[in-house]
Structure formats: structure tokens, C-alpha cells
């Protein structure tokens, strides 16, 4: 219990400034959990593996277990839960939900941060892209399938009405 | 369409679901460990505490400290929460210890030095059977079974057949459900002990703690929190984690957090048994099997755990969809000094299938005939008898179920076309086509489900809603959708008018366990035999009418709880008539019934690098009546995959009985781009059982891939492959011999 040696990180999470102490060796992850509550992102593997911690850095998609606390100071973090304030996120949402995205869910939060990161970077990727950029992730429920269903359907329904984007 | 969405699925996707580790406690948690063996097999000499730490901000918990019996209560007496003086396993625990701050314990854990005399340990099945090291009780043998019948002996020796005969190998597999198994318990000296955790089976946990704690029923309970997968990994293995927890928390009288990381929970916990099955079998020309001899045999690890049920039923599957009059089954589950294997998925099935369709396979290559020449030869039918004397009563069409997976697939063409891609020795990419066919049995084996008599209760509810009670798990499969979808239907009421209750051993009653493929099936249909009587109480008491709208059951509810204290209904399993299975024999009805499948995957090898690729899959099984279309593709895709893994990807590492590779950067599963295209297919021929029909198909999607993955990979390159996994290295080998 000595908090002496703790440090002071300053970072935008979900929108909002936030400032919390923490020991030197604490990750990401750690904060978004530990400190701040937002249980969402998961822990599966603890070693840039799996995929279920994955957060947006800077709009960028990362994995936060690997990402050191000093390093996120400054940064802005979108979880999951800010994620799913927005309006793009209905639509990826509602596919998830629909196709069978989901099964025991542990995985879900990081598919949806990755799905999310693809349809911005990408307007229309195919099956194969989809399966690229969801590699990173892994599900030991769904064989993959269904979720890759859910995100080409995300997008087809994009694709259908521009103004959803 | 929109009822039957997955129930907890928004909240699953929008991160709001709190797993175990995500839940917030009113008062402080403190974090436990297990202090653990560092060799295979010894003897505790001594435990040594660094004085220079001060113990007393500890918890610290030896098998002195237990109140009941040091003992995991399962089929035996052998496993111990705590290792006393003699030690069977890497890993195995050997004292507890507690701190409020992380960091302090992983301090204390490293000024604990344990002494231990290493002695030699056992770490093959050879090894084991040779029996030259004793490991347990009185033999290394935990069980074994023999299925006989007729005389396999004078024909193999009559000369008038052609006899193969071939070993086959399958190896451990983690179950790797992506959240580790973790646990949170209280003690409260009025109320006993609560454990939270992510689990399959409440009722295990709960009467595992009874006997450790040595507590009343009543002073125990057990709550399932949202579970990130379990695959069988969470069926026996949270009893030990949760008595670990247990233990140190009625010591420090403090709530207990036990949250594994990855590591700790692929080194220790429970995996799938490797196996060994050597199979002799004589054939006339035509492939027919006039005779067959299978060894089959388990490495069950340190303790006997579940090994002597996944053995049945690995035994029971082998000989799979065949008829034939002299088969004999020698099954048997060993002794070695691994951590103990245990549940996953198939038990036992994908281990014995896999041997068997790689046989069919190599005999049809021996004798110039094809797989499906093979197979169709030998086929069993409705009426014909099982080798464990099961007369299938339902429509068992094989040739059917092959004919339509050939269509699908375009199967005899492709096969054409592979062999034309294949003769440009240019091209170093082969490509193959093969495939699986095979059974899996729903429910508890034999005698199971009369010995478990699962029980399940629906009420109704003073808001009009009703309300299931069972102890079942939803751990990703869709339990909760499926259970609302039955009372549903059965109630003509909207889905969001009927509630599942929270899976708490203090409400609800003892459903049995979530496993065996059986919670569709069996406490399905104690879920809809409960909602039938609950409406036909309130038709023959006139709250309702006989012809009565869907709107009217909340109201009718409603006037009926204003005049009844309540209106609960409870049902409870019983054995389907006409179905009889006999202990003493091993023989009869195994199973209520069976799904019938063929699977068949399609590959690509390169034969420079000796990478598989499985291109294709398609999935044909006969299931009774599909509940819900998603959920069920969603658990055979999921299987497939995970049997996928099985055959290409997924190797435990084991050195001196450690698994070296227990990470997910050394252990690999396949992922979004090794996964192939998976056509689903469903026949719903056989509605005898279960709600509306509907038989289990948790497991079955598991038994397929392997073996029809490896025959594709025979068929591309033409040499044998006889172990799973397959890493390209082992093909090398394969090809180059
Ligand atoms: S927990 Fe970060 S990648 Fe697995
Ligand atoms: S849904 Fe369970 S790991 Fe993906």
C-alpha cells in the first residue's frame, strides 16, 4: 500500500479530462479498468494477443495492456463506453445483434472498437479485408463467421444510407 | 425475427455486461493466490517463510486449515484442494495466501521456498501403462471399460479377410475461453460462504463446498456471473478455485478475489485428454468391416477429475454411424503426472472419432477404394443395433446425409478438379477435399440424466411476467434465449414477458450441469413441461380461456396471484419411455438419441512450407428441430473452429509435465483470416425428444473438423497423417517418410 512512488497522468477519456494517480508500471489498461471504472475493455491475455482490451488511442485502435501509463499521458481514449454514445455505433450495434455477432461477449467490446476503427479507415472493404482487420482479435466463440457477417452487414447498411456514416 | 435476438446481446456488445472481474463490491476485496509445486512429482519436506517479510498482513492457508475434508468432491476421493506431503503435478497447489494489495503478494509469494524431493515422474500414457512408477492409488489405471460383441478373434484369424491395423494420436487442447477463470467469496459467519465466479456448474461448486467447508447446505451459495466462455473449462475446474477463495476468505473473514491471469490458467487448469487409439480391423473387398479391434486409451493426468465419463463416452463414439456384428472396445483412462485434464467440449468423442475416420480413410486407400465407397459399405440403420446393443429407432440416413453434402459442396467434382490441379508438379499448392462422418449422444451418458434428476421450476410473477428457474448456465451459448423462446411459444406470451432468474444456488433449483449437450434438450423440456402446466392451471381455473390472446396472460396472472398465494409450477427429469440403459452390462440406450453429422473441409497445402489452409467447410448435421437458426449456426461454426484448431494449430508444449507454451503467442487458435468459409447445414428429421424436438449440438460441432481437416490434407498430398495436431513440421515429416 505505498503510493508514494505514484504518478500523475492526465488523459481525455470517452470526451472528458480526466487525472489519476497511478504506480509507474501501470498500463493502460489498468487505468481504464482499475481507475476510471470502465470495465468494458477486457483483460484476455494480458500480452497484445487477444484483442479483448483494444481501445482508440489518438483515433487509433490499440491494445491497451501494452500501452504504458505514461505513454497514454496527453492522449485521448475512446472505450467502448464512449463508443457506444455515438451515432455511427448504432449501426454496427444493431448488426452485431442481428447476425450473431456475440456469443459468451468477452471479445465483443474489442470486435466492435476494430469494426469501428475499419469503417472509418475503409469505406467499403470486402469479406477479406474484414477478416484482415479483425485478425488481431480473437473469439473463441463464434468461429469468426458471424462476426465478420456482422461488420459486412454494418457496412452494407452504411453504404445504403451515406448519412449514416 | 426481432424476439429472437440474443437476449443479453446488446449488453454484451455494448461492454455494459459485468463479468466477474468487472464487478464493483460493497466492502474491500482482498486478492488470494495459490502457492504452487514448481516439479511434476515429490515429496513436501518443508515450507520455509522469509522472516524477513512479516507474514501477519497475510492470510495464509495449509491443508491444516481445512475445516471439512481436503478433497474435491467428484466421481473420486483423490484430488486435493491442497497437496498434503505428496505431490503429483506441476502446478498443483500447495498453500493459499491472501493480501488487500496485489504487489505485496506476489512479494510474499516469492520469499516462500518450498522443499520438495523430486521423484520421477510418469508423463506418457507408455509410461503409465508400463506401471514401473506407481502414481496412483493402487495402479495408474483410473478406469476402463470393454464394449464386446461377437468374436473379433476367428475372424481376424479365419484368412478371409485383409486386416489393417493403425495407431492414431490426438493431443492436449486448451479449452481457452477468452475470460480466465476467476472467482469472488465471502464468508459471513450468519450466512456462510457465497462464491461468485464465472462457471458452468453451480451445483458442482456448491456441493464441492459443502464437503471442503464442512458446512450445511444452506450456509453455501453460489452465484454465476456473466461467463466468458467455458467449453468444459469451467465445469470442474471452479470447484478448485472456488475452494481456494473459500478457504482463505472464512480465514480472513474478508471477501476473496481469485482472478487468474492467462498464464496461470493455461498452466493449470483442466485440458482436453490426449489420446492414444490403436485400431485392427479385417475387410472384405468392398470395405465392408467384418471385424474391428479399438484400444483406446486416455492420459487423465495427475487425478481422476471427470476422466472416467469423458473415457464412456470417448468409447461409446468411436465405432461411430457402422454396423457390424465382431467389434470389441477396450477403453481405458491413465494415470501420468500432467496437471489433471478434464471437460472440454466433445469429451472424449473427438479424440476416438478421429482415429476412427482417419481408419476408414486409410483403409480405403490400402484396398483402391474411395472414402465414400468406404463408408457407405458400412453405414448403420434404423433397426439395426449399435456394438453397445442401442437399436436406433430413428430415421439414421447416412447415405442421405452424405448425398446432401455432396451436392452442397459439389463434392465429386471438385474432387476431379483437385487431382487435375494437383498433377502440375509446378505448382507446389495441393489441394484436397475430405471428410468426417459421425455421431454425438445427447445428454448424460447411460444411466446419467436418472442419477442427475434435474429439476426446473416456472413461476408466475405479481407483475404479470413469468419466471424460469434453473440452474443452467448461459455462458455464450444462448441458454436464456432459448430457455424464453420455449415458454414463449409454449405461453403464447411476448418474449420480454418472461424473466430468467439470476443462476443463484438460493433460488433456484438444481437443473444439473451446463454440459453433455444437454440443456437444450433435457432441461428444455422441463422449462416447456413446466410453462404447459402453468397455462392449463390457469385455463382449468378459468383465469384464462381456452382460445385465450397472447395480451390476456399478464392480466390473467395477475387475477389469479390476487386470489392464490402463488403459481408455481416444478418439473422434474424423467426417463423417456422405452429408453433403458444397464450399468452392469455397459450396455443398452447410451444415449436418448443422437445428432447424426457429416462434415467435410476442404484444403490447401503447401508443400514448401508445409502450411494447411482449410479453405472450405460444410457442416451437415441432423438435429431434431432448430430452436433458433443463429444460435445454433453460431455454436457449429464456433465448433468447427475450435476443432480446426484442433487438428492444425493448437499444441501443448509439455517439459517435464509443465506446459512450457501457456500464452497466446506460443499456443495458437486460429483467427479471423485461418478461418474458412462455414456452410451450415440442419436436417430436422427425428422430433422424439426434447422441446419440439430439438436434440443437443453443443458438442457435436467438435468431432467433425479434425478428422475430415486431415483426411482433405491425405487426399492433397497423399501420404498419412496419423496424429493431431498437425504442425507443418509433423507433415514434413509425414511427407518425407
Ligand atoms: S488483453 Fe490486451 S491483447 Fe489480450
Ligand atoms: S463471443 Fe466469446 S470469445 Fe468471442
Known amino acids: ?55 482508440l488511442l489518438d483515433g487509433k485502435m490499440v491494445n491497451s495492456c501494452l500501452i504504458p501509463a505514461i505513454q497514454a499521458n496527453g492522449s485521448s481514449v475512446y472505450t467502448i463506453e464512449g463508443l457506444a454514445q455515438k451515432e455511427e455505433f448504432n449501426c454496427l450495434e444493431h448488426s452485431f445483434h442481428k447476425k450473431g455477432g456475440t456469443q459468451c461477449g468477452f471479445c465483443t467490446p474489442g470486435m466492435l472498437i476494430a469494426s469501428y476503427q475499419l469503417i472509418k479507415d475503409k469505406s467499403s472493404p470486402n469479406r477479406e479485408e474484414i477478416r484482415q482487420a479483425m485478425a488481431g482479435n480473437l473469439c473463441r466463440c463464434t468461429g469468426h463467421q458471424k462476426i465478420i457477417d456482422s461488420v459486412a452487414d454494418a457496412i452494407e447498411q452504411l453504404t445504403k444510407s451515406p448519412e449514416g456514416q | 425475427m426481432q424476439e429472437k435476438l440474443r437476449r443479453e446481446g446488446l449488453a454484451k456488445i455494448r461492454g455494459e455486461t459485468k463479468y466477474i472481474d ?97 521423484l520421477p ?77 464465472s462457471l458452468q456448474c453451480p451445483y458442482y461448486v456448491d456441493g464441492a463446498m459443502a464437503t471442503l467447508l464442512n458446512l450445511e447446505k444452506d450456509k453455501v451459495r453460489i452465484v454465476q456471473s456473466p461467463t466468458g466462455g467455458g467449453f468444459g473449462g469451467k465445469e470442474d475446474y471452479p470447484s478448485i478455485l472456488a475452494g481456494h477463495a473459500a478457504l482463505l476468505a472464512l480465514h480472513s473473514k474478508q471477501a476473496v478475489k481469485m482472478i487468474y491471469d492467462r498464464k496461470e490458467d493455461m498452466a493449470v487448469t483442466t485440458k482436453r485428454h490426449p489420446s492414444r487409439t490403436k485400431i485392427k480391423s479385417a475387410h472384405d473387398k468392398d470395405g465392408k468391416i467384418a471385424a474391428i479391434q479399438i484400444e483406446f ?26 454396423f457390424c456384428q465382431h467389434v470389441q472396445i477396450d477403453a481405458k483412462a491413465v494415470a501420468t503426472n500432467h496437471p489433471p485434464n478434464g471437460a472440454f467440449r466433445g469429451f472424449g468423442a473427438p479424440q476416438s472419432i478421429f482415429a476412427m475416420e482417419r481408419h476408414l480413410d486409410l483403409v480405403a486407400a490400402k484396398l483402391k477404394l474411395t472414402p465414400e465407397e468406404v463408408r457407405r459399405v458400412n453405414f448403420i440403420t434404423k433397426g439395426q443395433s449399435s456394438c453397445f446393443g442401442q437399436t436406433f429407432r430413428e430415421r439414421v440416413d447416412y447415405h442421405a446425409l452424405m448425398d446432401i453434402v455432396f451436392e452442397q459442396s459439389d463434392f465429386h467434382n471438385k474432387q476431379q478438379a483437385f487431382q487435375k490441379y494437383n498433377a502440375d508438379p509446378s505448382n507446389p499448392v495441393k489441394k484436397g477435399i475430405g471428410f468426417a462422418t459421425f455421431l454425438h449422444g445427447s445428454g448424460f451418458t447411460g444411466s446419467g440424466e436418472d442419477y442427475l434428476a434435474s429439476r426446473c421450476t416456472i413461476t408466475a410473477r405479481q407483475d404479470g411476467k413469468v419466471e424460469v428457474l434453473a440452474s443452467s448456465t448461459e455462458i455464450g451459448q444462448g441458454k436464456d434465449t432459448i430457455f424464453t423462446q420455449i415458454v414463449a411459444q409454449e405461453l403464447k406470451l411476448p418474449h420480454h414477458q418472461v424473466v430468467i432468474a439470476p443462476v443463484d444456488t438460493s433460488i433456484v433449483p438444481d437443473s444439473g450441469p ?52 402463488t403459481l408455481t409450477i416444478n418439473t422434474q ?42 479453405t472450405n467447410f460444410y457442416a451437415l448435421q441432423e438435429v431434431g428441430k432448430v430452436v433458433n437458426q443463429i444460435l445454433a449456426q453460431g455454436q457449429i461454426e464456433g465448433g468447427v473452429v475450435q476443432g480446426i484448431g484442433h487438428a492444425l494449430y ?36 427425428n422430433r422424439q425428444y426434447g422441446p419440439d424436438g430439438a436434440k443437443g449440438i453443443g458438442e457435436l460441432p467438435m468431432d467433425g473438423p479434425a478428422p475430415a481437416v486431415i483426411n482433405a490434407v491425405v487426399n492433397a498430398v497423399g501420404s498419412q497423417v496419423y496424429a493431431i495436431p498437425m504442425l507443418p513440421e509433423n507433415l514434413m515429416e509425414a511427407m518425407q517418410s
Open chain 2, 514 to 565: 451446463t454440459v453433455a449437450s444437454r440443456t437444450t434438450m433435457i432441461v428444455g423440456n422441463l422449462v416447456k413441461q413446466a410453462a404447459a402446466k402453468l397455462r392449463d392451471q390457469l385455463i382449468e381455473t378459468k383465469f384464462l380461456a381456452s382460445n385465450y390472446q397472447p395480451t390476456q396472460v399478464a392480466g390473467a396472472i395477475k387475477n389469479y396471484l390476487a386470489q392464490h398465494d
Open chain 2, 650 to 685: 493448437e499444441h501443448v508444449l509439455h517439459q517435464d509435465g509443465r506446459m512450457i507454451n501457456n500464452h497466446l503467442t506460443d499456443y495458437i487458435i486460429p483467427t479471423s483470416i485461418d478461418t474458412p468459409p462455414i456452410k451450415v447445414i440442419f436436417e430436422e428429421w
Open chain 2, 573 to 614: 427429469y424423467q426417463r423417456p419411455e422405452g429408453v433403458a440403459w444397464d450399468d452392469q452390462s455397459y450396455s443398452g440406450d447410451a444415449y436418448a438419441t443422437y445428432a447424426w453429422a457429416v462434415y467435410l473441409a476442404e484444403v490447401e497445402v503447401d508443400t514448401l512450407t508445409y502450411q494447411t489452409r482449410v
Open chain 2, 121 to 197: 515422474p510418469v508423463l506418457t500414457i507408455e509410461e503409465s501403462l508400463s506401471e514401473q512408477e506407481i502414481i496412483w492409488q493402487k495402479g495408474n489405471t483410473f478406469k476402463s471399460y470393454q464394449i464386446k460383441r461377437g468374436t473379433t478373434e476367428s475372424i481376424f484369424s479365419s484368412g478371409d479377410y485383409q486386416i489393417f491395423e493403425q495407431e492414431y494420436r490426438t493431443g492436449a487442447q486448451e479449452q481457452l475461453y477468452l475470460e480466465p477463470n476467476g472467482v469472488v467469496a465471502t464468508f459471513d459467519p450468519e450466512l456462510g460462504v457465497t462464491i461468485y465466479g
Open chain 2, 297 to 322: 486409451i486416455l492420459d487423465g493426468g495427475a487425478y481422476a477429475t471427470l476422466s472416467e465419463v469423458v473415457l464412456s463416452r470417448g468409447a461409446l463414439h468411436c465405432f461411430g454411424p457402422y
Open chain 1, 1 to 55: 500500500m505505498e503510493f508514494n512512488n505514484h504518478i500523475t497522468i492526465t488523459l481525455t477519456i470517452n470526451g472528458e479530462q480526466q487525472q489519476v494517480s497511478v504506480p509507474p508500471m501501470a498500463r493502460l489498461l489498468d487505468i481504464i479498468r482499475n481507475k476510471l471504472e470502465l470495465t468494458g475493455t477486457k483483460e484476455g491475455c494480458g500480452a497484445g494477443e487477444c484483442g479483448a482490451c483494444a481501445v
Open chain 2, 22 to 118: 468487472d464487478q464493483s463490491w460493497p466492502h474491500q476485496v482482498i486478492f488470494g493466490m495459490a502457492i504452487r509445486s514448481p516439479v511434476a512429482r515429490g515429496t513436501l519436506t518443508a515450507i520455509e517463510f522469509d522472516q524477513q517479510i512479516d507474514w501477519s498482513d497475510f492470510c495464509i492457508v495449509t491443508p491444516q486449515d481445512i475445516p471439512g475434508k481436503n478433497r474435491i468432491k467428484m466421481i473420486e476421493d483423490d484430488w486435493p484442494y491442497l497437496a498434503e506431503d505428496q505431490i503429483n503435478h506441476y502446478g498443483e497447489p500447495i498453500l493459499l495466501l491472501a493480501h488487500p494489495d496485489r504487489q505485496q503478494l506476489q512479494r510474499g509469494a516469492a520469499h516462500i521456498t518450498l522443499q520438495i524431493d523430486p
